[in-house]
């Protein structure tokens, strides 16, 4: 990683006009964040009390999701953040701008609290149009971003459509994606071919972008669903993480990405040894390299005492426990990022959720261990 350096930019977005810094994490760290989601179209006011949270505790990457169209409170809210030296890892969806002939109905029983999108759908020139403007209405603004993100959890039902949601409830493995004779699989495959598509539009629109070119692009995030096999933990279809990974890698993608992106929600168990959290952690991050690492855009322990103050006694000593493990694919060269789910409720005024570092009107000791430097 190249040390930090401070870039200064002068630009006017209506009435304003300020001054800018780009962050780049120090040399042997990696890119360290937080996940926050709902802001970015709610009222300017709350966005700003949210923002000036987030900065007077050093915060200094987020995450968040693009919205299907572009919209100026949305925009606000990422050059705001900019403002304050707060970049983002931007979800952009694949899906944006595509045909939507395949979307699923809503589906709570297998996680789908919304229409799901299918990625076979996604649609290379929708796409460009969409994602070129709203990139461009950012960079008139003079911001730039952290990474972009292309999609979240895909390799499962409740994010991808092209999984059937009362399918076979197995977790699909290069072999399967490979076997013209297996329908199910190969659905999956065909819309992972059509991700791959987008991948190359992406790079495209960022390589031609004023102020982005450099900006990484990752994957987005798979979900741990464990190693391929007949039966899934939750008895739905998936793909593992390395396989999908592999499948993409052999179709293409390595040319189009800077990293993959991985979700790791790993054991609560606190006597559980230094060993086997990186035995779990190396099948996540088995196929990500030092040329094209990981990105762990969410990881989380759950505290369950809804009390205040908050007792994070356990939680802390997890948190502790991670770093130590992730530092050692930091090390390797094999992760590049790590963001934390979430800072706090999913949406304003929702209840604190068990994952949340922000509680009780503060960021708790776990929190400020999980956004700090990794150790030495």
């Not at 035995?279 to 009390?307: G, M, Y």
């Not at 007792?311 to 694919?329: G, M």
């Not at 590049?336 to 409720?345: E, L, N, T, V």
Request: aromatic residues 10%.
């Amino acid at each position: 990683m190249k040390v930090a350096v401070k870039t200064v930019v002068l630009f006017v977005l209506g009435t304003f006009l300020f001054t800018s810094q780009s962050y780049a994490a120090p040399q042997g760290q990696p890119i360290i964040g937080v996940n926050l989601r709902g802001y970015g179209t709610t009222a300017s006011a709350q966005q700003d009390t949210k923002l000036n949270e987030l900065a007077s505790y050093g915060v200094k990457t987020i995450r968040e999701g693009f919205p299907s169209q572009a919209e100026a409170q949305f925009n606000r809210f990422v050059v705001e953040a900019y403002r304050r030296g707060i970049g983002m890892v931007a979800i952009i969806y694949p899906t944006l701008g595509g045909t939507g002939q395949h979307t699923s109905e809503v589906d709570a029983t297998v996680g789908r609290r919304w229409r799901v999108p299918a990625l076979i759908d996604a649609d290379p020139t929708g796409f460009k149009a969409a994602f070129a403007a709203q990139l461009a209405a950012l960079e008139d603004a003079g911001v730039k971003l952290t990474a972009f993100e292309i999609g979240n959890e895909f390799n499962t039902v409740g994010y991808n459509a092209d999984f059937p949601a009362h399918g076979s409830g197995r977790i699909l493995g290069l072999a399967d994606l490979d076997n013209p004779k297996d329908g199910e699989a190969r659905r999956v495959a065909s819309g992972y071919l059509q991700y791959i598509k987008i991948l190359a539009v992406i790079k495209d629109v960022r390589d031609h972008s004023r102020l982005n070119r450099e900006t990484p692009i990752i994957t987005g995030g798979l979900s741990n669903v464990g190693l391929a096999g007949p039966k899934s933990f939750n008895g739905q279809v998936a793909t593992s993480v390395a396989d999908t990974v592999t499948f993409m890698r052999q179709h293409g993608a390595d040319q189009f990405v800077d990293g993959y992106g991985v979700h790791a929600y790993t054991s609560g168990d606190p006597h559980q040894t230094l060993a086997q959290r990186l035995a779990v952690l190396e099948v996540i991050f088995h196929a990500c390299t030092s040329s094209k690492p990981c990105w762990l855009t969410e990881w989380a322990f759950n505290n369950r005492d809804q009390s205040c103050p908050v007792n994070d006694e356990v939680r802390l000593h997890l948190v502790e426990a991670e770093r130590a493990t992730l530092k050692h694919f930091v090390d390797q060269g094999r992760l590049a990022a790590s963001i934390y789910y979430s800072w706090d409720g999913d949406f304003p005024g929702q209840k604190e959720n068990m994952g949340a570092i922000f509680r009780c009107g503060s960021l708790t000791d776990a929190g400020k261990l999980a956004l700090g430097p990794l150790p030495k």
